[in-house]
């Protein structure tokens, strides 16, 4: 089943806690703090893959998260998780659906990206000694793990797309010059999805996509316009199929310039693509009537051939047409590549803000350090406080006015100020 669109969660893996150890042997008094680090969660990658050609997959499944790290015992780290990839077609758009924010466009195959990264195993007290601190009885909790309700969109990435009224031919077309075996009747409407065919001329091979019929309004979405609109936004080259001889009895010219208004209306930068019209279905229409439709045709300065699908009369020569329109474009290089997550610097700011409970501290750095951090742990909760007073925070808290015993939120978690100076 072709879908095209599809929401779903997407989380990493939790990372494991660090342990509290100490290294205890016989005939060694002193062993000191030997606590081991917990393993990383893991990511959460997607991959594009030009076999894959629906979202399907994801719309039946529409959760999918990365196993947590496993938490340090003794003196032995806790094992790493398996990422995990989830494959989805070339010319797949992930957006954030909470902001609309786009995260990333993949498009290009073998493309990967890390969608949500894993969250850090957390350190064993072997981490925190120090001249001063010989015996550290707490470690890190594991960093928690990424969580993004994600957009997909499909725009289908081919090389010449099939555009035009319902029932001009389109189908008939794509089924004559591949091996494409679209849905093909004498009403409007057939092609309710687009079908994909690969086409070989001489040297030369390009993928063609036959889109569902347009009409008017379909820029506003009439018709499930925006459906079928935003996968002409991927193709290079736009051949317009336009019926000669239409059953309704309407102008060819001014069918011919509905489609191109809906198009301009929808995105100025497709309009723009390099455009072959295909006047097809010449095999029906009187040779007198045609010499005039042809005439008009020419006067709007765009390549123009005619054919027939159902005969193959023209065909060569359109093809010969797109093949030199393609040579002409640049395509885009197919040439694998990974991305990390988003990371900015950002990450390492924070903000105190007053508020009516007391003060609120936001920041990614100031509240994933506080997620990691046993907090039922005395040591490890003074061990903090002295962290933020290194980072500033406390420093801004006490310039806004913070007294002892004022209510401070950071993340999911409240404290009462306490000014150690």
């Given at each position: 089943m072709f879908l095209d669109e599809a929401?779903?969660?997407?989380?990493?893996?939790?990372?494991g806690s660090g342990a509290v150890s100490f290294h205890r042997e016989k005939h060694v008094p002193r062993g000191g703090p030997n606590g081991a680090d917990g393993g990383?969660?893991?990511?959460?990658?997607?991959i594009a893959d030009r076999n894959r050609r629906t979202l399907y997959d994801l719309k039946l499944q529409q959760h999918l998260e990365a196993k947590d790290g496993e938490h340090g015992v003794g003196n032995k780290r806790g094992k790493d998780a398996k990422d995990v990839e989830v494959k989805v077609p070339v010319g797949t758009v992930v957006?954030?659906?909470?902001?609309?924010?786009?995260?990333?466009?993949?498009?290009?195959?073998?493309?990967?990206?890390?969608?949500?990264?894993?969250?850090k195993g957390g350190f064993g007290n072997n981490h925190y000694t120090s001249s001063v601190r010989q015996a550290p009885n707490f470690a890190q909790k594991g960093a928690p793990p990424e969580r993004i309700v994600a957009k997909l969109e499909l725009k289908l990435l081919a090389d010449v797309g099939l555009i035009g009224l319902p029932n001009a031919g389109k189908s008939t077309l794509i089924s004559r010059?591949?091996?494409a075996k679209p849905k093909i009747a004498d009403y409007a409407f057939t092609t309710i999805i687009p079908n994909l065919g690969v086409v070989k001329y001489q040297d030369e091979t390009f993928v063609?996509?036959?889109?569902?019929?347009?009409?008017?309004?379909a820029s506003m979405g009439v018709g499930l316009g925006h459906q079928f609109l935003k996968h002409v936004e991927r193709n290079r080259v736009l051949v317009h199929v336009v019926d000669c001889c239409p059953a309704d009895e309407s102008d060819p010219v001014e069918n011919y310039r509905l489609i191109e208004d809906e198009l301009r209306l929808y995105s100025e930068q497709v309009w723009m693509r390099p455009r072959i019209i295909a006047l097809n279905k010449v095999d029906i229409i009187p040779s007198g009537d045609f010499d005039a439709l042809r005439q008009r045709f020419e006067g709007l300065g765009i390549p123009m051939y005619p054919i027939s699908g159902f005969t193959g009369q023209g065909m060569q020569n359109l093809l010969?047409?797109?093949?030199?329109?393609?040579?002409?474009?640049?395509?885009?290089?197919?040439?694998?590549?990974?991305?990390?997550?988003?990371?900015?610097?950002h990450d390492l700011a924070f903000d105190v803000a007053e508020c009516e409970d007391g003060f609120v501290v936001t920041g990614k750095r100031i509240e994933r350090l506080v997620a990691m951090t046993d907090l039922e742990n005395d040591e490890a909760v003074r061990y903090l406080h002295r962290r933020l007073e290194r980072i500033g925070v406390i420093n801004k808290l006490r310039?806004?006015?913070?007294?002892?015993?004022?209510?401070?939120?950071?993340?999911?978690?409240?404290?009462?100020?306490t000014d150690e100076s």
């Open positions: 929401v779903v969660v997407f989380a990493s893996g939790r990372g990383r969660g893991g990511d959460l990658i997607l957006t954030d659906s909470e902001t609309g924010e786009m995260i990333v466009d993949m498009a290009t195959n073998g493309m990967k990206y890390v969608l949500c990264k894993g969250g010059i591949s091996a063609v996509a036959d889109m569902p019929g347009l009409i008017q309004g010969r047409e797109i093949a030199e329109t393609l040579v002409a474009t640049k395509p885009e290089a197919d040439i694998p590549m990974i991305l990390p997550a988003l990371r900015t610097g310039d806004l006015g913070a007294q002892e015993g004022d209510t401070v939120s950071i993340g999911e978690v409240s404290f009462a100020f």
